[in-house]
């Protein structure tokens, strides 16, 4: 087995995408991600192949990914919220194009410049489709830096095999905080790009990677065939964690480091002879709809946890259908919700007390 080292969040990511494949990094310094692009600068240009480079800007630096992710390889950038904001257009013409990469959002508080300390209020912009029309990200939510490191593989191999951008959704307080990880001994995934435009050497058919369809019916076309590869990572895809579910009465939605504090909050209130219990989507897009639906059909009502004024919840209640009442507690401005305040929300719906 691999021996443990301990590693700050934003610098296990680094590693995970250097050792799933990642040759190609492109980005721009800005907190709370900045160690994450400072730990590529060290190591990428020691490996064969492998091309570090800081954009002027992130609208740079998100072009530089298309253009490499089109060449066929395994490209990536990382970012904070308000780069992330600058990258969208950006991140649109890449899902236009069809074209895999990964994309990390070390999230910190909003709107505009908002400020520096842990948020998960980019979960719209993220699971709603980075910029305009109507694409889709495949998006993963970790709650410890161990989950990083794992969920890198994943979303390159997945981004790959479905032709889709495809997000690490992480915060300031994953992306700061050290834990002991072990890197999975796991060989990177590279499947053949026939459809890369990296050279056809006379052997096969020139490959152009566009986003631009003039004829409204070719258009239409390319919108339905992703439609189909939505619909089939919807089905396939989903993911989320239960803790303490099997006899819960109610239960604690909550991904990300929010589920952590929530976690703590479960145990206080099975102390107090509450039964509750914690969904954690992983993916956040596509979302567990099918299993949070199944479990409301056994309880009595649902507290959604966010980092956020309520974004997450309308998932949530969208996947309940109406099976059982769902409840929001959450804060803002970079604060993190504490134990103790989501344990008073768990007692209040317990007594009945649901809006």
């Not at 479905?162 to 834990?179: F, K, N, T, V």
């Amino acid at each position: 087995m691999s021996e443990k080292i301990l590693m700050k969040g934003n610098e296990a990511l680094a590693e995970a995408a250097i050792r799933a494949g990642c040759i190609r990094f492109f980005g721009y310094p800005i907190t709370p991600q900045t160690e994450l692009a400072a730990y590529m600068a060290k190591r990428l240009p020691k490996i064969e192949g492998g091309v570090y480079l800081q954009a002027e800007s992130e609208v740079s630096a998100i072009n530089m990914v298309l253009g490499s992710a089109a060449s066929g390889a395994r490209a990536m950038t990382s970012s904070s919220s308000p780069g992330i904001s600058l990258k969208a257009e950006g991140i649109s013409y890449i899902a236009g194009s069809d074209l895999p990469c990964l994309i990390v959002n070390v999230q910190r508080a909003g709107p505009g410049l908002g400020g520096i300390q842990p948020s998960q209020a980019d979960y719209w912009v993220s699971t709603r489709g980075v910029g305009h029309g109507g694409a889709r990200l495949l998006v993963f939510a970790p709650n410890s830096v161990q989950e990083v490191i794992d969920l890198v593989f994943d979303a390159f191999e997945l981004a790959e095999k479905y032709r889709i951008p495809a997000m690490i959704l992480s915060d300031g307080l994953l992306g700061q905080m050290m834990e002991p990880v072990v890197f999975p001994d796991r060989a990177p995934v590279l499947l053949e790009k026939p459809w890369a435009a990296n050279g056809h050497r006379d052997k096969r058919n020139k490959n152009i990677i566009n986003s631009l369809y003039l004829q409204a019916s070719e258009l239409e076309e390319k919108v339905r065939q992703r439609e189909l590869r939505y619909r089939e990572i919807e089905e396939k895809h989903s993911k989320a964690s239960e803790y303490m579910m099997d006899d819960a009465e109610y239960a604690v939605v909550s991904y990300g480091a929010t589920s952590r504090v929530a976690g703590s909050a479960i145990d206080a209130a099975r102390e107090k002879g509450i039964r509750v219990g914690l969904i954690r989507p992983v993916t956040l897009w596509p979302f567990p709809s099918k299993q949070i639906f199944e479990k409301s059909k056994n309880l009595k009502g649902i507290l959604a946890v966010e980092m956020s004024s309520g974004q997450m919840v309308d998932d949530v209640r969208l996947a309940v259908n109406g099976n059982c009442p769902v409840n929001f507690f959450g804060r803002t401005g970079g604060i993190i919700p504490t134990p103790m305040e989501i344990l008073s929300e768990i007692e209040k719906m317990s007594k009945g007390d649901i809006k």
